[in-house]
């Protein structure tokens, strides 16, 4: 459709509708659909892979080597290129810096035995951003772009895919706004950038939690289901008095009463009661839409495990805790995959969670997720890309 023309080394922007229908990706169409879009490609003079020590992996701070750009400019994305990871220059009046208009995405990539690229949900993570796009008035990027770039870019650094399990590739796709202007109104100028790094766990250990009462991350009508930068920068002070306090993340509560559990700090959050699994609905829109959280809670379902999408509050966690129907607490997330909570303290009293067995459902999934993302296992649910 919308190849260059042959020997052009020149890209044009024209080429590129606004908005392209998708009908989604999976594993059998990958290899078609990587050459339904001809990306230019500008290489590294040199790799920086020989300085890597992957064995060392601290997450999100080693990046590879190129990164896929598009630009949004008289209302069409035009420019796609992949280049060299680079810095960018910025106006310092650019929109985004003063009023915040800026999205994100994540997601991995996994290297199986035979060395074949496995991306997880990526389709999953484009729609996702599309309905942030729309929440903080920014253009939708259309599926098709923000699949082949993450196709192509991730190919084209295919050495940079960790393999073993517990090491991937965790993809950044995210979208600015590039208007240089100080009144508030949205930006007509936007970059998306997808670039990715090697990674080991974002949690090496069991996490512990604190329930925050005071602070507040997200009300109705706000924007806490869109994966947006604000929603990170005010997590960042309460955070911060609760790692003081020693404990790793907090438990957010619902805005209003502080009574309801919403989810943890860069991860959904489930329980175990009695052997049903308990988390948040998303419809008040508070919530983050987790891939991960949606992935667990399908398994489940294959499993015949009974799930509750509803609020649990904070008396109900603390009864269950205390009569012994509490079985295990974990969050679910891209970077922090299936996070155990160890201790979750509520109104300042510490709560140890009780130890779990192999047969513990979160171990379960685990396996099950894992088993799946590095291809060593049947994905019914078609939620494999490969390259
Ligand atoms: C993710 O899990 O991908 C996240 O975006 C959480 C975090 C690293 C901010």
Request: aromatic share 10%; hydrophobic share 20%; net charge positive.
């Given at each position: 459709m919308w190849k260059r023309s042959p020997g052009s080394q020149d890209f044009n922007p024209a080429q590129y509708p606004k908005i392209i229908p998708f009908t989604g990706y999976s594993a059998s169409d990958t290899k078609k659909m990587k050459t339904s879009l001809a990306i230019p490609v500008k290489k590294i003079a040199k790799s920086k892979l020989p300085e890597i020590n992957f064995s060392n992996l601290a997450f999100g701070k080693v990046i590879s080597d190129h990164m896929f750009v598009a630009d949004y400019v008289n209302g069409e994305w035009t420019d796609l290129r992949i280049e060299p990871y680079a810095s960018l220059q910025l106006d310092p009046a650019n929109a985004a810096l003063h009023y915040g208009q800026s999205i994100f995405e994540g997601m991995k990539a996994y290297k199986n035995e035979k060395g074949e690229i496995l991306i997880f949900r990526g389709d999953a993570n484009a729609r996702r951003m599309n309905e942030s796009a729309a929440r903080m008035c920014m253009p939708e990027i259309p599926e098709e772009i923000f699949m082949e770039g993450l196709l192509q870019l991730v190919d084209l650094d295919r050495?940079?895919?960790?393999?073993?399990?517990?090491s991937s590739l965790y993809i950044r796709p995210f979208m600015f706004a590039m208007d240089n202007?100080?009144?508030v109104k949205p930006s007509d100028t936007y970059k998306f950038i997808i670039f990715t790094c090697p990674v080991g766990a974002y949690y090496s250990k069991p996490v512990n939690v604190k329930v925050e009462t005071?602070?507040?991350r997200a009300t109705e009508?706000?924007?806490?289901?869109a994966k947006t930068a604000g929603n990170y920068a005010a997590s960042l002070y309460p955070a911060l008095q609760a790692q003081k306090a020693g404990y790793d993340q907090l438990l957010w509560t619902d805005g209003?009463?502080?009574?309801k559990i919403e989810e943890s700090g860069t991860m959904n959050v489930m329980f175990d009661i009695n052997g049903t699994l308990v988390t948040a609905p998303?419809?008040?829109?508070?919530?983050l839409k987790g891939i991960t959280r949606d992935s667990v809670l399908q398994l489940a379902k294959d499993w015949g495990k009974p799930v509750e999408e509803r609020f649990l509050t904070v008396s109900e966690l603390v009864e269950a805790i205390e009569n012994g129907t509490l079985k295990e607490a974990f969050g679910t997330g891209t970077a922090a995959t299936i996070a155990h909570i160890a201790k979750i303290n509520i109104e300042g009293k510490d709560y140890t969670m009780p130890s779990k067995g192999p047969e513990a459902f979160s171990h379960k999934v685990l396996a099950e997720l894992d088993g799946i993302k590095y291809g060593e296992i049947e994905d019914p649910h078609h939620w494999i890309v490969k390259i």
């Open positions: 050495n940079w895919v960790p393999t073993g399990k517990g202007y100080i009144g005071k602070w507040t009508g706000g924007t806490g289901a209003k009463s502080h009574s998303t419809h008040t829109g508070t919530i």
